[in-house]
């Protein structure tokens, strides 16, 4: 129980971290999304290094594997661009909740790639949270009117992605900390030549927000690593959506944001999709033992 109980501490700790970066980069100012983006990753890159180095710097076996780091760099690295971009434009719990779309994506990528069973409760979730995504997306047949939340939605499915890649690369044994290293490494060097063509100057505090983004992601990657080290996922991923509970506060106090009734209802649609796959996984993992 003292497990169950630290990995659901840790993983609301990596919630509010992954909170505090969305704010930071909106209080970053009027910067190009790719920009903001290098600076997070770069942050990043230098805790995950120092964190290798620290562990010894373990040898990694990756035959077999490369295509899936590409992968999960690639994949990764869109859906921080899309995020980040849904975050400049929308109100901050709608962006947070559209990414938060990923562990359905990740169950979907999962059963296409890895072939992993897709039981109807499942797949009825994902349909239903897909649904719910929609009420604050709010889709017209003009798809230019709501770029941004298209743009959040689609971080969303790339996080889905980038996630199903770290579950096929945690079973072939590569470090999670060589696998952050691998991402931000892979995402400072994409998105670096943008920055030398166009860089925006900034301000001292809009580089500070830009480093405390960095440091919250970097807290929120290795909180919710360290999480699901003391507890299975099906006992405590439910938490991580304590996220939307933190952006909507964090909106409210620092940019007066108030999201309209048909958000809330999606909201609750998600909500109530990530409960019901919590206690089903828990049911079935409770009938397999």
């Given at each position: 129980m003292r497990s169950r109980n630290k990995g659901i501490l840790l993983i609301i700790c990596s919630a509010f971290c992954f909170a505090c970066m969305n704010a930071f980069v909106r209080l970053s100012g009027d910067l190009p999304s790719v920009q903001k983006s290098f600076f997070r990753n770069f942050?990043?890159?230098?805790?995950?290094?120092?964190l290798f180095v620290k562990d010894g710097a373990p040898k990694q076996h990756l035959k077999g594997a490369w295509h899936y780091l590409l992968l999960r760099a690639a994949c990764g690295t869109a859906g921080v661009l899309c995020n980040f971009y849904a975050i400049d434009h929308l109100v901050l719990s709608d962006a947070s909740m559209l990414n938060k779309m990923s562990p359905f994506f990740t169950i979907?990528?999962?059963?296409?790639?890895?072939?992993?069973?897709?039981?109807?409760?499942?797949?009825?979730?994902?349909?239903?949270?897909?649904l719910g995504s929609m009420?604050?997306?709010?889709?017209s047949f003009a798809l230019s009117d709501h770029p941004a939340?298209?743009?959040?939605?689609?971080?969303?499915?790339?996080?889905?992605?980038?996630y199903a890649m770290v579950r096929i690369l945690g079973q072939k044994g590569v470090d999670k900390t060589f696998i952050v290293l691998f991402f931000s490494g892979f995402s400072c060097a994409v998105t670096l030549?943008?920055?030398?063509?166009?860089l925006h100057p900034m301000t001292g505090m809009q580089l500070l927000m830009l480093f405390g983004a960095g440091i919250a992601a970097a807290g929120g990657q290795?909180?919710?690593?360290?999480?699901?080290?003391?507890?299975p996922a099906r006992e405590i991923s439910v938490y991580d959506y304590s996220q939307i509970i933190f952006a909507a506060g964090l909106g409210l106090l620092l940019f007066r944001e108030i999201p309209d009734k048909w958000?809330?209802?999606?909201?609750?649609?998600?909500l109530a999709a990530a409960i019901a796959v919590y206690?089903?996984?828990?049911?079935?993992?409770?009938a397999s033992a």
């Open positions: 942050v990043a890159l230098l805790i995950a290094a120092v979907l990528f999962s059963w296409l790639l890895l072939k992993e069973k897709l039981r109807p409760a499942q797949a009825a979730a994902v349909v239903t949270a897909f009420l604050i997306v709010k889709p939340s298209f743009a959040g939605l689609c971080g969303g499915i790339a996080a889905g992605a980038a030549p943008f920055l030398l063509f166009d290795f909180s919710i690593t360290a999480a699901y080290c003391y507890a958000s809330f209802l999606g909201y609750a649609i998600i206690f089903y996984n828990k049911r079935s993992a409770a």
